[in-house]
């Protein structure tokens, strides 16, 4: 019984842990080329969040068109994130502090605006019954939806590290990710590589927010555990390395769901975020991290 | 009238706050986001003693104060390596640590449901109990806490500190032991905010975790910009600016559930405003001009 009930366990965490695996890719595709550390991600995941749930429920529209539309508003959101709020503090010369509290700030205006839109009942968007129902095998139970959760995650890391090695803006962006003054003078357009990166992390966003909000629901309070979950799988894996923060994202819900079995769930954030002290304290070049020095500015 | 001396008190308290974060933030370059948590301890200390062990606010607060000292002081003792996004990453983990542990202890803490009916202090037979008492405590709190914060700040132990925060290495290399100035700074600043913890238990009477959360300790950060880092009295400007605008909200027909959100969009569209054109906040820092040695 205890052996099966493990493997259902270790089966919700690879779920969860492929969610996660996304967040931290996310995180990982703006963190690392503009070195902002985008607290507002917290919104633009929420708002990705509401945007599907009114696309769907308020405006009934069909589900995949309103999942695109969800993130491709998301992609917008980030893009005008990075326009109106970091792009005129860089080019007044401000610091990384500047750049984060200014990006509290526009966290707080967002989070407030959700409040007055949508109040703060829980919200859920109606699927096909199809993707809920489980799948026994044994006396375990997955749903398609849990396959699909696993599938596109890993097709977007693929997509990503493709991305990132194979293309022209991907190379521009690891660039950026050295070195943005040298980026600047062999003629990469270090601005519209931000750009591409916002977008890029805001989508991977958006796409994580849509398993939440399927599966789950909606809470104007989930935004901020989504960005803690995001930054400890990235700094755990290594800033930087994609494939990094995707296998950290996986261990942190294989870790958490895992923990379910000794220690009461309450327990599983702060859980999370000893690990992240722990590996910020004592490796925090993370897995894959080896370039860690050059963030240390 | 009531209503009027219990702004004043709120004032007064969150100026210690406001004031105790400018030490790190504002003068050392220390971006902190575990504020709210340091607070959360002071509350927390006096609730429980207060209502658990019937100890006098005056003997729980010491409590509190070494409790929220000594948790600083390992947590930067701990993360004196870290430089600039990595700290304020790290605090942030503790942020979250201390609300999960006031959330979930529940034999310790009350867990949701928060701790009720804490007394107000007392001493010498002589009980803060109308607001006006408690507002001349606040105040009274607040003016020792300027004091302690404007001898730190603006003395030649302040001038060490700000070199750390223009440029580390510099001050390292005058041969300033800057890990415990980091040190001692912290654990000033968390004492302080602990003390603004305990003053505002005392004034609302009742408190829980929700209160503690990364959401004030931003506030309090937008405290300390948008009144001006590296002021001292900035900070209680600050503050009082911050705190009497949105309450103003109030005499205007405006239900609650839409006021709270309108009054946070004002905090936080003031914080990008002011570091967009404005950084050096309302009353900016004043370098006085140092002996030439």
Known sequence: ?297 | MNYLIYVISLIAIYGILTASLNLSVGYTGILSVAQAAFMGIGAYAVGILLTEWGLNFFYALPVGMAIAGLTAGGLAWATLRLKGEYYVIASFGFQVIIYSILLNWISLTGGPFGIRQIPRPEAFGFTFLGPTRYAILTLAFLAISLWIAWRVGESPYGKVLRAIREDEAAAASIGKNVSRYKIVIFTVSAMLASVGGALYAGLITYIDPFTFTIHESIFILALVIIGGSGNVYGSVVGAAVLISIPEMLRFFDVPTTVASPIREILYGALMIIFLRFRPKGLLPERITRGVVR
């Open chain 1, 1 to 297: 019984m205890a052996y099966w009930l493990f493997l259902q366990l270790l089966i919700n965490g690879i779920v969860v842990g492929s969610i996660y695996a996304l967040l931290g890719i996310s995180f990982t595709a703006i963190f690392a080329p503009t070195k902002i550390f985008h607290f507002m991600h917290a919104s633009v995941y929420l708002y990705a969040g509401y945007f599907l749930y009114q696309f769907a429920m308020g405006w009934g529209w069909p589900l995949p068109v309103s999942i695109l539309g969800a993130v491709l508003s998301a992609g917008l959101m980030g893009v005008l994130a990075e326009r109106v709020i970091y792009s005129p503090l860089r080019k007044m010369g401000a610091g990384m502090m500047e750049m984060l509290l200014s990006s509290f700030g526009g966290y707080i205006v967002l989070q407030n605006v959700i409040l007055l839109i949508w109040k703060s009942d829980p919200r859920t968007v109606k699927i096909p019954e199809v993707l809920h129902s489980g799948i026994p095998i044994g006396l375990l139970t997955f749903t398609p939806l849990d396959i699909i959760a696993v599938i596109t995650s890993g097709v977007a890391l693929a997509g990503v590290v493709i991305f990132m090695r194979h293309t022209k803006v991907g190379k521009a962006m690891r660039a950026v990710e050295n070195d943005p003054t040298g980026a600047t003078i062999t003629g990469i357009p270090t601005e519209r590589v931000r750009l591409v990166s916002f977008f890029l992390g805001s989508i991977l966003v958006a796409v994580a927010v849509t398993f939440q909000v399927l599966d789950k629901g909606l809470e104007p309070t989930i935004g901020v555990n989504a960005v803690l979950v995001a930054t400890v799988a990235m700094i755990v894996g290594g800033v930087g390395s994609y494939g990094g923060a995707a296998l950290a994202g996986l261990m942190l819900g294989v870790a958490e769901n895992l923990g379910i079995w000794q220690i009461p769930s309450e327990w599983k954030s702060t859980i999370t975020f000893s690990v992240l002290v722990f590996f910020i304290l004592l490796r925090p070049r993370g897995f894959f991290g080896h370039r860690m020095t050059r963030y240390q500015e």
